[in-house]
């Protein structure tokens, strides 16, 4: 990846942090004694990039099926969701939190391998809307599935973090500190732990060659030996634990149930804006995604009668996309007659 | 045997470039709709009417307009549900500040209000192409319906955010909107409203305009350079589009459900209709009704048929499995046919003109 480019990205996009809070801050406190409530803003931004982190790791998911095999896989939340039913489903037996996640990333591996064969062989070399529509209907069976095997109630999945808030950055600048959700710090570690391991799968393993070359070019990869059919189902497996681990995080902030499945479309801006086709764009699209989310919801929300969550996100991609069609990191679009 | 055109010679353009060229098909067409106009309104059961026809007139509307837009000029959109949300709610505005104005005319201008909306919705598409411009596109579903939800002057400060359509007559005394409506009423009304509609859309795809919309569909930058202005043709489609879209989303709120809150044209709202594009066929009026039928069909079969086959299933159950049945069917119907219904309808066609012989 260009090196450059993701400098420029992290720069800019913590530049404009500090920028938009004066813009927002100056305007609402222009009158008030403090003119700018740093303490405040600087807890809704962190946990704004938390929460990003959070939309990236299921980001994250969509971004590696992308780049494999071009599919745009809408069942993405749907895996999430079965991934954490199954996983709570095994520790409702009695087993060990650590087994019990084994466990399930087995079955989402049977799951991607099942996938692979029913669904994807049979549909090569169909059009994109044609394959996006199907993960659709992937979605709806894997909700079906899951609801139907472990019922439909709201779980709670507890792997041993705290719920009590943490008080941190306690200093000069900020004389009160910042609360902050521990759930939100593992997923953060835990988020960056698995981009690095991504990392070296993809730059230091035969498989990673592989799944680069398949993703560059498919015909070039299978004249060389690259077997796709088997690439493709690793490529799903790789998906499917990254849903498990997104599941898991998600569920023990939320608790499991049908709306974690919905996430998906929370993902979607940070997709877009990241680029379908970058793992490192999927981590910044989702820091910005998350840190927009919150300031707008916090300072620009009140201001045209709040929830507005649910099309910021949407609306800031958008604006992005205005100026760079292929997302942040995407591959510059070449279009030839 | 009896579907040949042996022996019908065209002696005129006109003629030759007619909707229907071969009599059969022609006398076929106006069979159905005489059958669909003189006959099922005074042999359907209430039920069929309410819950079948009237749902698959108005979803045939909503997928020709998605059609328009995502089968004959490629632009991939799922904000279909937030356009019907647009029809609905400024219809209904528009006729409680006029009550007197007749609720066709009604109809026509809030379907040109959601056309508005389409263009400003559409303008990222001159930038944005393929599943960029689908998620973008969310920004207007997810947008329209917090707006519709915000702010009660859409809905008249109705304090439970639902607006119910009132009781409007198209001439005389003739109620074709609001719950009291006679269905017959609002069925007829309704086919021969979308029976037009596809007419004008049918022309619209054969003309000029629709040659357009295809070109830039099958590779915007060729079409470009052979003189096909993109903005004009995209801008056009998504205008085109959102006016159908808008018009059922009135015909839905109006005439299907009678009340309904913006929560009603949520994301589901756009996949279902743009399931029934995909599964009847991309780029193809026909496609849009053999869709629609599909859609509205198969939930009422899924529900129907265990307790048929004596079944005994608890109602959580049934949900799952409608789903599991619906996402399976989906799969299914694009691994064998991903051409959609309008393809097998030509197949069989093609194998009518030589039955009984093999070739």
Known sequence: MNTRKITIGVVSGLAAIPIVGFFLQGLSKIDSSIFFAWDFYAEVVVKGLLQGVMYALVALGFVLIFKASSIFNFAQGAMVLFAALAMVGFMEWGVHWILAFVLAGGVMVLVAFLIERVVLRPMVNQPHIILFMATIGIFFVLDGVGQTIWGSNVKALDIGISRQPIIAFQGTLLPNGMYLDPTEIVAAVVGALMVALLAVLFQYTKVGRALRAVADDHQAALSVGIPLKTIWAIVWSVAGIVALVAGVMWGSSLGVQFSLSLIALKALPVLILGGFTSIPGAIIGGLIVGAGEQVGEVFLGPLVGGAIQDWFAYMLAMVFLLFRPQGLFGEKIIERV | ?359
């Open chain 2, 1 to 359: 045997m009896f579907y040949r055109e042996a022996g019908q010679f065209k002696a005129s353009y006109a003629a030759d470039q007619a909707i229907y060229p071969i009599r059969q098909d022609k006398l076929g067409i106006l069979l159905m709709l005489a059958f669909a106009v003189f006959v099922i309104p005074f042999i359907a059961p209430i039920y069929w009417l309410n819950s079948i026809l009237i749902p698959f007139l108005i979803f045939s509307l909503a997928a020709l307009g998605l059609n328009i837009l995502t089968g004959y000029c490629g632009q991939l959109s799922l904000g279909t549900g937030g356009f019907m949300a647009c029809g609905a709610f400024f219809s209904y505005k528009l006729t409680t500040a006029f009550p007197d104005v007749n609720i066709l005319i009604v109809f026509l201008l809030a379907g040109l209000g959601t056309a508005m909306v389409g263009v400003l919705f559409g303008l990222p598409s001159l930038r944005i192409k393929g599943f960029y411009l689908a998620v973008a596109t969310l920004a207007a579903q997810f947008f329209l319906i917090w707006m519709f939800n915000k702010f009660g002057w859409w809905t008249n400060h109705s304090p439970s955010g639902v607006i119910s359509a009132p009781p409007r007559e198209i001439f005389g005394n003739v109620t074709v909107t609001g719950p009291s409506a006679p269905p017959e009423y609002k069925y007829l009304f309704l086919l021969i409203l979308v029976s037009l509609l596809a007419l004008v859309a049918k022309n619209m795809v054969r003309s000029r305009i629709g040659r357009s919309w295809m070109a830039i569909r099958d590779m915007d930058i060729a079409a470009e350079i052979i003189g096909i202005r993109p903005m004009l043709a995209k801008l056009s489609a998504f205008a085109v589009s959102s006016f159908f879209i808008g018009i059922s989303g009135a015909l839905w709120a109006f005439t299907y459900s009678g009340s309904v809150e913006a929560l009603a044209f949520e994301i589901n709202r756009s996949f279902e209709v743009l399931f029934m594009i995909i599964i009847g066929g991309l780029g193809s009026v026909l496609g849009s009704f053999l869709g629609a039928a599909f859609i509205v069909l198969l939930p009422i079969l899924l529900d129907n048929l265990p307790p048929l086959l004596g079944i005994p299933l608890s109602v959580e159950m049934v949900a799952h499995l409608r789903l599991i049945i619906f996402g399976g069917l989906i799969i299914f119907f694009l691994i064998v046919e991903p051409a959609g219904l309008a393809r097998l309808w030509q197949i069989g066609k093609e194998k009518l003109r030589l039955w009984p012989f093999p070739y």
